[in-house]
């Protein structure tokens, strides 16, 4: 069995998309003054691997702190998706996604992370996708993107209603190309908003 850390590093000044606040780490005690050390944070709480709930579109949607911990794990399916600019339904139809699954769309567009185009050119899900993958029962989808879509968020909105979250900003999909079964632990802290920061990791059995 084997661990992969599907979750970008959040840092100072992490690139965020556009609009949303920056990220600012500063130490408040150090070794040398105080004898331990002390950091605090100023982020948005969608900035670098995060976890949208339901609540990010969905009136009266879900918390980060009210999901169900059973919907946060589960076997991961992952969807290769890195030929099309436009992700389809077509794209599940040799892949089998049953309920409890945690679906992974691989885009490659994780290489691009710091070009301004990362956040503004990226693939979109179609909403045909989102019916079948709620459809099929899944509690989460996944992306090494920004976005599964843009405004009016329809994909969002889809799969939200559902009761089915988004993590976004995922790296290193492409180490899961061969990796079959896998599971997919995805736990955000643990806050009372829309998002939060997730750590998540893929076991491989």
């Known amino acids: ?3 992969i850390d599907l979750t970008r590093t959040l840092t100072d000044h992490i ?3 556009p609009g949303d606040p920056a990220v600012h780490l500063a130490d408040v005690a150090t070794l040398a003054k105080d004898g331990y050390r002390g950091s605090r944070i ?3 709480v969608h900035a670098g691997t995060h976890l949208d709930a339901p609540a990010h579109f969905i009136e ?6 009210e999901m169900d911990a059973a919907r946060l794990i589960g076997r991961g399916r992952l969807v290769d998706a890195r030929k099309f600019r436009t992700i389809d339904a077509h794209l599940l139809e040799e892949l089998t996604v049953e309920p409890g699954d945690i679906v992974l769309i691989w885009t490659g567009w994780s290489k691009k992370f710091g070009d301004p185009k990362y956040f503004t050119d ?3 899900l179609t909403a045909e996708l989102a019916k079948r993958i709620i459809a099929a029962g899944a ?3 996944g992306l090494d993107s920004p976005s599964p879509d843009r405004p009016p968020h329809a994909v969002h909105r889809l799969l939200m209603q559902a009761d089915i979250a988004i993590v976004e900003n995922l790296t290193g999909l492409e180490l899961l190309a061969s990796a079959t079964p896998f599971e997919v632990v995805a736990l955000p802290a643990k806050w009372h908003t829309e998002a939060a920061p997730v750590r998540v990791v893929a076991r491989i059995f």
């Open 1 to 3: 069995m084997r661990f």
């Open 139 to 141: 509690v989460m989808v």
């Open 42 to 44: 100023d982020a948005g």
């Open 122 to 124: 990226f693939p979109e």
């Open 60 to 65: 009266n949607g879900k918390r980060v702190d």
């Open 15 to 17: 690139a965020v998309y």
